[in-house]
C-alpha cells in the first residue's frame, strides 16, 4: 500500500460482487475496504436467492407428495408462519457470518451510504475514505411503478419478511420474482392474480416451456391478465384496489410490485464523477473498468448482456482479485452461464437458445421426458427439454422444463463449456441411478 491513500482496493457495497473476491484479495496483501449502508452480504444472502430458496423447500415436497398421491398417503399443508420462521433461522446468521469472513481477512468494513466526493476518494458519514481502486458492486434495487399510490405496494424483500400470508395478492410483473413468488403464495393457499405488462410471461426463457408453466399454473387456481398496464394503486378500508387497463379494478388484500429491478446507482455521486451510466446499469470495458481508469464495477449493476445472476457476480469479483493482486492481466472472459426460474416444474437453460439455433445450421433435438423411466420414479407429467447440437455433434445449448431442471443444465454444463465430444463423454462413468446418468445419456 502507497501512503498517498488508505486503500489499495475500496469496495462500495458488500455483496457477491464484492466478498468472494475481496477476501482472497486482503488475503494476498493488498489492502482492501469495503463499504456498505446496509445488511453485510447484499440482496442474495440477506433477502434475495437464499431466503426465496427457503421458502420454496416446502413447495417442492407437497408438488413430490402430490406427484406420489396414493403411494403417499394424506395432503400436506404449508404453514407459512412456520415456513417463515424456518427461513428466518437459515439466513438470520449469514451477515454476521460473512461480515466475519471479511475482518478476518483484513479487510475494513465501514458502516454508512458512501458517496463519491472524486475519483479516488468516498464520503462516510462526513469521514472522507481514499483508495487507489475503488470498485462499485451496489447491486440492484426493486423498481417502483410511477403511478398514483405505489407507496401502498411492497417490494420482494417485504413478500419474503410477511409473517403472515395475505389471502388475495395481487403481483404486477411476470418475471422471474412474480413467477417464483406467485409459486409460492399459490401453494401455500394464498389467491394469486398475476397482472402483465404484455403478452407473455419470462421471455428470456423457451416460450413453450413458459406456458407449459403458466397453465400449470392456472390450474392451481392463479389467474394471469395478459396486457394489464397498471395506472394506481388505491386503498379502501382494508382492501387495496389495483386500477389497471380501461379503468378496470382489483379488489386483493396485498400488493406486491414485481415490475423489475434497476441499477442502484442512484444519489452515489455518479455525476459528480461523469462516470457513465444507463438505465440497464454501468458500461465496462473487458477489464471491468469503468469509463474512468481506476473505477471498476463488478455483479449486477453492470450493464452487460450476460444474465445477472449471483454466479455471474461471483465470477466477476474473482476475476477482479486476480486482476488486482496481479494473477492476470488478461481481459475477463465470461464462460456459459446458466439461468433458472424456480418455479415448480423449475425451467432452466444454458448457452444458445432455441430461437437462435433455429435460425441456424445445428441440431435441435426435443425429447418428452416422461416417458423415461428415472423420470417415472418420481412420476413427473411434466418434463422436456431441448438439447442444441452443432454439426460436430458438440452440445452448445440446453433448456428444461422439469422438477429437476437445474441439476441437469449444471450436469451438462461441462460438455456447453468444454466442448466435449463423444470421446470425452465416453470417458466418464455416472453414478447410477441418478439425474446425472440420466441426462448424460441423451449425448
Known sequence: MT????Y???YLGSGHGTFDGAIPLAQSGVKVGVIEADMIGGTCPNYGCNAKITLDAPVVLTRAAERLSGIVQGNLNIDWAQNEAHKETVINGLPDMIGGLLTDSGIDVIHGRGVFEDNHTIVVAGKSVTADKIVISTGLRPHRLDISGSE??????EFMSLKTLPQKIAIIGSGYISMEFATIANAAGADITVLM????ALRQFHAPYVDKVVTDLKQRGVTFISNAAVTAFEQNGDQMQVIYGDNKSLSVDWVLDASGRVPNVDNIGLETLGLTHTKSGIPVNDYLQTNIDNIYASGDVIDKTQP???????FESTYLFKQFSGQTKAPIHYPVVPSVVFTS??????GMLVQDAEKGDYVVQQTDLTTDWYRQVDNETLADNTLIFDQQHNLVGVTE???QAENVINTLLPAIEFKFGPDEIGRLIHLFPSIGMATWGQL
Open 8 to 10: 489499495d482496493v475500496l
Open 197 to 200: 405488462h404484455g403478452e407473455h
Open 345 to 350: 416444474p423449475r425451467i432452466a437453460q444454458a
Open 401 to 403: 422444463v422439469s422438477e
Open 3 to 6: 501512503n498517498q491513500y488508505d
Open 308 to 314: 445477472k445472476l449471483t454466479p455471474t457476480a461471483i
Open 152 to 157: 401502498l405496494a411492497h417490494d420482494s424483500r
